[in-house]
């Protein structure tokens, strides 16, 4: 276990994309990953693209141009990727982000889209897929390479996280064996908002390698396919969670599929626990605390090394 506790400072340039990501839902970071990261990470993502994961899932279709490829908690099986999660500049961004006495990592998600991969990623809100209840989460999209719209940016609806709705989760790919699992939570679909595109204000970003993105767990975004035919676009979503957030058992979740249950097998959480859990390890604290938040943080601490073996 090697928590971090000491006192956060960021630059003004991220204290003033935090801002922009209360407002809008979604804002961008430039050049905060240094190129010790970005070649670490490249080589252990290509490690797992030849060997993919139990729970991973190619949704381009066999026969078909590119490789749309995705996977899930890479962390529990590289230590690379456990690395970037404890010690990359990203869990003190997300403590400032969230303002949280903690920061808990929730997982990491690889998605590839090699050049021409026609497959979009569909629009959708973050929330519906988790069994999540809270306002403290956070994600952060990381690009490993060059990435704009034509090679499968991301786009968020601005300002879409304050709405009130909450919408069905959608499958990223029809055979990926989700949407039997979200058609049992028996919500509205997400309308078709890309049918209606100028009456919203989508924002993006070209990002180069070491930039990040921050966006909300309800800020509706999705992406189109990498139409380049030269340029790969390898990306890793990292996300995290503060104090309020607990377990929430709906059915109709991502945990519930069989293969991602397979490789969390010490998980046994009940409605309304919180997530302590070696499956979402508790990476970070503040340092600086009234004397009984600190007595009861430690406490926290000790149990939860007691209790797992990854702390
Ligand atoms: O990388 C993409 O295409 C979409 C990412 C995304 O939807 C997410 O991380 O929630």
């Not at 400072?9 to 922009?20: F, K, P």
Request: net charge negative; charged share 25%.
């Amino acid at each position: 276990m090697d928590l971090q506790s000491d006192p956060i400072e960021v630059s003004d340039e991220t204290e003033s994309a935090i801002r922009e990501y209360h407002k809008n839902g979604a804002s961008v970071i430039r050049g905060i990953l240094d190129q010790k990261w970005i070649s670490t990470m490249r080589e252990a993502i290509q490690r797992v693209l030849d060997h993919p994961g139990s729970a991973s899932v190619e949704y381009t279709p066999k026969g078909e141009e590119g490789r749309y490829y995705g996977d899930f908690f890479l962390w529990r099986r590289d230590p690379d990727f456990e690395e970037f999660m404890r010690h990359s500049p990203l869990p003190a961004i997300a403590a400032k982000v969230l303002k949280s006495n903690s920061i808990r990592f929730f997982y990491d998600q690889l998605l590839v889209k090699e050049p021409l991969t026609k497959e979009k990623t569909p629009f959708h809100q973050d929330l519906p897929y988790w069994p999540l209840k809270g306002e403290d989460i956070l994600s952060i999209w990381v690009p490993f390479d060059r990435v704009g719209l034509q090679q499968g940016g991301v786009r968020f609806l601005k300002g879409s996280h304050h709405w009130k709705q909450r919408y069905a989760p959608t499958a990223f790919g029809k055979d990926s064996g989700f949407a039997e699992i979200y058609a049992k939570m028996g919500w509205e679909p997400l309308p078709d908002f890309e049918k209606n595109d100028n009456t919203y204000y989508w924002l993006n970003w070209e990002t180069e390698p070491g930039d990040v993105i921050l966006f909300h767990p309800l800020v509706i975004h999705g992406s189109g396919g990498n139409q380049s035919s030269n340029q790969r676009r390898r990306a890793l979503a990292m996300r995290f969670l503060g104090d309020d957030v607990v377990w929430d058992s709906r059915p109709g979740t991502f945990i519930e599929k069989e293969t991602i249950q397979e490789i969390l097998p010490e998980l046994n959480l009940k409605d309304g626990d919180q997530l302590e859990s070696p499956c979402f390890p508790l990476i970070r604290t503040f340092s600086i605390q009234p004397e009984t938040e600190i007595m009861k943080q430690n406490s926290f601490q000790e149990n939860s090394i007691r209790n797992s073996s990854h702390e």
